[in-house]
């Protein structure tokens, strides 16, 4: 329902701006008198004195109507759309929102760590225990492999579960 809703306001919003639904308005009034003009031709040939009278004046009226749909679509050339500065608002969150979508399906698909390393951005955690796990390698620093499983289960819980189910083991 919430999507159908944001559809409808999106189509409300990109739909017809006011110039085109003014022009389609003079238009479809423009073609009614032209409509009702023939009628009233029709009417002044077919119809007795009093009549025809009347008839003329309807054409007059009808040729009026046609000429003003004509200076509508004159001046319409003049004017300029608004548009309101909420549409603004909601097209730089719409463009927000995306963004961090893309942002999100990028980084859960494994994408996302791929280009932390190509940037060369290492989490502090993982740096600690890279140079933790070198100390335990390089023969001048007195660190064993105990220290190392001790910082280990210290500093990702995961591997402390881990590592106490494999010592039940």
């Given amino acids: 329902m919430k999507c159908l809703l944001l559809s409808l306001l ?19 009034i423009q073609r009614d008198a032209t409509a009702s003009l023939d009628r009233f ?4 040939a077919a119809a007795p004195p009093p009549h025809s009278t009347t008839a003329v004046g ?6 009026r109507i046609i000429a003003a749909t004509q200076q509508i679509h004159t001046y319409l050339t003049g004017v300029e759309d608004k ?16 963004s961090l979508l893309v942002l999100l399906i990028l980084w859960y698909t494994g994408i996302g760590p791929l280009i932390r390393t190509i940037f060369g951005w290492i989490p ?10 070198a ?4 023969d001048s620093d007195p660190a064993g492999v105990r220290e190392y499983i001790a910082a280990r289960r210290a500093s990702d819980q995961e591997f402390d579960k881990a590592y106490e ?3 039940g083991t």
């Fill in 10 to 28: 999106i189509v409300i919003c990109v739909g017809c701006t006011s110039t085109e639904r003014i022009s389609k308005s003079s238009n479809q």
């Fill in 41 to 44: 031709e029709t009417i002044a």
């Fill in 58 to 63: 309807g054409i007059e009226e009808q040729e």
């Fill in 83 to 98: 548009v309101p500065e909420w549409v603004y608002l909601l097209e730089y969150l719409a463009i927000g929102l995306i």
């Fill in 124 to 133: 502090r955690a993982k740096r600690r225990d890279a140079e933790l796990a």
């Fill in 135 to 138: 100390a335990v390698l390089s």
């Fill in 165 to 167: 189910k494999a010592q």
